[in-house]
Nanobody, 119 residues
Framework: QVQLVESGGGSVQAGGSLTLSCATS????????MSWYRQAPGKEREFVSGIDSDGNTRFADSVKGRFTISQDNAKDTLILQMNSLIPEDTAMYYCKRYCSLGGLWSIYWGRGTQVTVSS
């Protein structure tokens, strides 16, 4: 059973920081590419940030300059460092990865970690 487990969410005041982690387990093979999405109440899930196998990163315009993304050396854990948080960053944050289990490739999502930013 492929599992992506996010952690590190919480409640902070505007201007604060949080570090989210996403750990992958139970897979046969996974693409090194990983990404973060978020979904605020009443809104659609949106892309936040991603990293590919070469370490190239991409960010939504709304978080550029404030968030950074990285992976551990084994590329099993994805990190999202969030600085200068604003109330608009309040959402459930999910990680996404394309993995194989028993030869069947699928997109996997974690259950999410809640980030709440108060003004």
């Amino acid at each position: 059973q492929v599992q992506l487990v996010e952690s590190g969410g919480g409640s902070v005041q505007a201007g604060g920081s949080l570090t989210l982690s996403c750990a992958t387990s139970g897979y046969t093979h996974c693409e090194h590419d990983m990404s973060w999405y978020r979904q605020a109440p009443g809104k659609e899930r949106e892309f936040v940030s991603g990293i590919d196998s070469d370490g190239n990163t991409r960010f939504a315009d709304s978080v550029k300059g404030r968030f950074t993304i990285s992976q551990d050396n084994a590329k099993d854990t994805l990190i999202l460092q969030m600085n200068s948080l604003i109330p608009e960053d309040t959402a459930m944050y999910y990680c996404k990865r394309y993995c194989s289990l028993g030869g069947l490739w699928s997109i996997y999502w974690g259950r999410g970690t809640q980030v709440t930013v108060s003004s």
